[in-house]
């Protein structure tokens, strides 16, 4: 009983020996039973090459840090002072050392020595795309510690570091289409770019296409293709256009689309009348569209009196705009069929429809069949 009591109050002294000893730590105090005592420290560094030094109440035998931080931090004692070069921080993120100063072999202190990332920001930097053809010149204000550095442009761009300002300039396009290119820059060892683009809706979008049908990417190859214009009215209206037989009369055919500036792309929606044509025998004839998942599948509905609509407005497909060596000016359209009421499919083909009304029920449908069925299509450009 009597050294269970010794034990008990010996545990009860270490405990508050080991609170007391917790309640002195601090990032500039000596780990336990150290006699050194830090008189001074300048521990926090800068990005750009930094010294700093702790001076503490003897002379210490040794100083040093992990040999990981040696490559960056050097260190050397001087009398009662341990001093500390760190070099340049060229990364944007903080990093430190535990710098360990010795006494004796057991007797020693540790301090953390950390130096700030540098600093680099290009303020708002946002892509760049210009809706025309001429010259500009662009700029974004740059807060940073050091100088940027313009790694690479194309030949119709110039750009450079000045002034705390990335001052960009593009040249008049006369290449006669759409034109991508990156300014890339760095700064130690952070990396960045500024896409910028290039076109003019009218000359570069609007005009003369094949519409490719049935297009494989792998072979290159399509089923077959047809004349088409992209055009804009007076409203504003973008309209594909292009011609195909029904039966032995030519129907024109109009797309309505929406045109997107700042991704160049083109959007068809499901369900628009796309056409109609009177015959003087068997009166008016009407076109619609209508989207197909990759079974074929659509998304109808059914009317208060039971009739089956086949018109639906949900789905949406868009070809964005770009310029390749090989094909000139193309975008693929690719899309939704359909996406209403919880239903969704990716778009496999556009069907159109004959109706001998002007409101798409399946039972106007002629000939309870579909007129066309157009599928992996791509919207190429012709050269001029």
């Given at each position: 009983m009597k050294m269970k009591k010794i034990f008990s109050m010996l545990l009860a002294a270490s405990c508050l020996f080991g609170l007391a000893s917790c309640s002195d730590d601090d990032g500039n105090s000596a780990t336990p039973l150290s006699t050194i005592k830090v008189v001074s420290a300048q521990?926090?560094?800068?990005?750009?090459?930094?010294?700093?030094?702790?001076?503490?109440?003897?002379?210490?035998?040794?100083?040093?840090?992990?040999?990981?931080?040696?490559?960056?931090?050097?260190?050397?004692?001087?009398?009662?002072?341990?001093?500390?070069?760190?070099?340049?921080?060229?990364?944007?993120e903080s990093r430190n050392a535990m710098l360990t100063i010795k006494k004796s072999a057991n007797d020693s202190v540790m301090l953390n020595v950390d130096q700030l990332g540098m600093i680099f920001i290009v303020q708002n930097k946002v892509d760049i795309m210009q809706v025309n053809d001429n010259a500009n010149s662009y700029y974004f204000n740059v807060k940073t510690d050091y100088e940027g550095k313009v790694v690479s442009t194309p030949d119709w761009i110039t750009a450079e570091f000045k002034n705390s300002r990335l001052n960009i300039d593009v040249k008049p396009n006369e290449e006669g289409h759409i034109r991508v290119g990156y300014?890339?820059?760095?700064?130690?060892?952070?990396?960045?770019?500024?896409?910028?683009?290039?076109?003019?809706?009218?000359?570069?979008?609007?005009?003369?296409?094949?519409?490719?049908?049935?297009?494989?990417?792998?072979?290159?190859?399509?089923?077959?293709?047809?004349?088409?214009?992209?055009?804009?009215n007076a409203n504003g209206l973008v309209t594909l256009k292009f011609s195909a037989l029904y039966g032995n009369v030519t129907v024109p055919l109009q797309f309505p689309m929406t045109f997107d500036s700042d991704s160049i792309s083109l959007t068809i929606n499901s369900g628009d009348q796309v056409a109609s044509y009177n015959n003087k025998k068997k009166g008016w004839t009407y076109f619609f569209t209508v989207f197909a998942s990759p079974t074929g599948s659509i998304l109808p509905s059914v009317d208060a009196n039971g009739d089956t609509l086949l018109l639906n407005k949900s789905g949406v497909i868009t070809a964005q705009m770009q310029y390749d060596k090989k094909k000139g000016t193309y975008g693929t359209f690719s899309g939704l069929a359909y996406n209403e009421g919880g239903y969704s499919a990716e778009f496999k083909r556009m069907y159109i429809g004959a109706f001998s009304a002007s409101y798409p029920y399946k039972k106007y449908l002629i000939n309870n069949e579909w007129w066309a069925s157009l599928y992996d299509m791509v919207l190429v450009k012709k050269e001029k």
């Open positions: 521990t926090s560094l800068q990005a750009r090459p930094d010294t700093g030094s702790v001076v503490v109440d003897c002379e210490p035998v040794k100083a040093y840090v992990s040999d990981a931080d040696q490559s960056w931090l050097k260190v050397e004692v001087k009398g009662d002072s341990v001093k500390f070069y760190a070099k340049q921080n060229l990364t944007t300014v890339a820059y760095s700064c130690g060892n952070f990396k960045d770019s500024v896409k910028v683009t290039q076109y003019d809706f009218e000359k570069d979008i609007l005009g003369d296409y094949e519409l490719w049908i049935g297009y494989n990417p792998i072979t290159d190859v399509m089923e077959r293709k047809v004349d088409a214009v992209l055009s804009q």
